[in-house]
């Protein structure tokens, strides 16, 4: 494979010019592995709420506030650099129910807290998990996804995190007219019932067939790929791939079971002292989506939109509330469309789409909070233009930023690099998300409410430049295809053009075609 050092190039490429049916059971794997990932949708949502209560009850600073409310990403952080290494030790599916267990005891932990430092040491536990959540689910939907439908099925992780914030948002309303030390710590400890039931889901998943092949145990491999993908000649020919990525000679086959390889040996050395071109371009890309996906303030919104509505000119706690729940539902929506749009759209154009939108959104919110700050009248237009370019930020943040994250990072990894590639993208995603999370308070308390958001439009104007010039298109090509679009950091054009060529020649009259590259 050009440009990753001593891994040697994919031997061919997979075409099929006839839309292929969804694989059920590829869904239902995907959509398994996807709910762990709702528990961190679920953390965050229902914090945006509940810290209102938890303010009047254990009476704690803005200070305080905001590192309770933030910490949990970095937490995370924590739990995302760590899962990569135990992916790759343990397999994907027990790191999956590892991460439900993790998450279990944090959920009683913050449900029973009695002071602050208790709440914080669950906010620990939980952070810990979800870190293994995102990690583990990421990894083994890109896994045992087919080609066609890849993008339709890693973006399930996203889904299921706004479906739990969704909820966490319906819990704060549900829960808001109970006794005030009851109340919040309801909101926290529920989050310990889902856990139970996805540990027994999880494990009656199959392994990711990449791990598989990478521990040696080819003919499981076989299996599971004969399940999940659309074709057995499509099992086969990623079987092939996979192998030729880890190095395992092609004769290897059946039931054989091939001595296990050491995993991640050198790989940290690979992507920090010698990195080929093309891995520095993997990273930068890796780097660049997941920090200017927080770093255009998604979680300033989401985990403190009731203050937002409080400085919009909404007082009723019960008003805040709902109007946080139609964020929640609004977002939800929108990433449901996404899902069905990433394989027929393509991630570049849903990007470039979708921060563009994120752009006009966040300059008009910054207007209009501005225009209510400086106004000693309720302005009912102004107000009505904040909630509204709220729900809208939040739409195009969802059809395009918060899916194609996930989903473009669990495609330009090669083989030996993924679990640790994709848990340094979303580690450098949690520190992001957390600093913004932590000084959002501080910050609009020194230049403004306005004038914050006013910031996170011209960091995403600068993102939507980034994605523009440096990331190539990747969808329906398979994961070993896609590692060959990266060595030119805005140069990517070229090899895409080539690709395409040799794609377009190999396929013909609607069959399937092997095509040597």
Not at 333 to 356: C, Y
Not at 409 to 433: C, D, H, K, W, Y
Not at 481 to 496: I, N, P, S
């Amino acid at each position: 494979m050009a440009g990753f050092g001593p891994e040697p190039e994919t031997p061919s490429a997979f075409e099929v010019s006839m839309k292929p049916k969804k694989n059920k059971f590829a869904f239902a794997c995907a959509m398994l592995a996807s709910l762990t990932s709702m528990l961190l949708g679920y953390d965050l949502g229902v914090m945006s709420g509940a810290i209102m209560f938890i303010k009047e009850d254990l009476r704690i600073s803005d200070v305080q506030i905001e590192i309770v409310v933030g910490v949990l990403n970095l937490y995370c952080l924590v739990g995302c650099i760590v899962a990569g290494k135990i992916a790759d030790w343990i397999g994907r599916r027990y790191t999956m129910v590892l991460a439900n267990v993790i998450i279990f005891v944090g959920s009683l932990f913050m449900g029973f807290s009695v002071n602050y430092a208790f709440l914080m040491v669950g906010r620990f536990v939980a952070g810990i998990g979800v870190g293994f959540a995102i990690m583990s689910a990421l990894l083994y939907n890109a896994e045992i996804s087919p080609a066609s439908s890849r993008g339709f099925l890693t973006s399930f992780p996203e889904v299921c995190i706004n479906v739990g914030i969704l909820l966490g948002y319906v819990s704060n309303y549900a829960f808001s007219k109970l006794p005030l030390s009851i109340g919040w710590r309801l909101m926290l400890g529920i989050g310990a019932i889902p856990p139970v039931f996805l540990v027994f889901a999880v494990l009656a998943m199959p392994e990711s067939p990449r791990w598989l092949v990478m521990q040696g145990r080819l003919g499981e491999a076989k299996i599971v790929l004969e399940k999940t993908l659309d074709t057995k000649e499509e099992a086969q020919l990623r079987l092939n791939d996979i192998k030729e990525a880890a190095g395992i000679p092609q004769d290897c086959g059946g039931d054989e079971v091939v001595p296990k390889k050491t995993n991640g040996k050198g790989v940290w050395r690979e992507f920090l002292l010698h990195p080929t071109p093309a891995v520095k371009h993997v990273l930068i890309c890796a780097v660049g989506i997941h920090f200017f996906q927080q770093a255009s303030g998604i979680d300033a919104v989401v985990l403190y939109s009731p203050r937002i509505f409080d400085k919009a000119g909404i007082t009723s706690s019960n008003d805040k509330l709902l109007a946080t729940v139609a964020v929640g539902f609004c977002k939800t929506i929108f990433i449901f469309v996404a899902t069905f749009l990433l394989d027929k759209v393509g991630r570049r154009p849903l990007l470039l789409f979708s921060i563009g939108g994120m752009v006009a959104s966040l300059a008009t919110l910054g207007f209009s909070l501005t225009i209510i700050n400086d106004s000693e009248a309720k302005l009912t237009w102004a107000i009505a233009l904040c909630i509204t370019t709220v729900l809208a930020y939040v739409a195009f943040f969802a059809i395009g930023m918060g899916p194609i994250t996930g989903v473009y990072m669990s495609e330009i990894f090669p083989l030996r690099l993924r679990a640790q590639g994709m848990s340094m993208g979303a580690a450098v995603n949690r520190v992001t998300s957390g600093v913004v999370s932590m000084t959002f308070i501080s910050l609009y308390n020194a230049i403004t409410i306005g004038g914050a958001f006013f910031l996170f439009a011209g960091i995403a104007s600068v993102g939507w430049v980034f994605f523009y010039a440096c990331m190539p298109e990747t969808r329906g090509k398979t994961l070993e295809e896609t590692e060959k679009l990266f060595g030119k950091l805005v140069g990517w054009r070229e090899a895409a053009r080539k690709m395409k060529e040799i794609n377009s020649n190999g396929t013909t009259n609607g069959h399937i075609t092997l095509v040597n590259t």
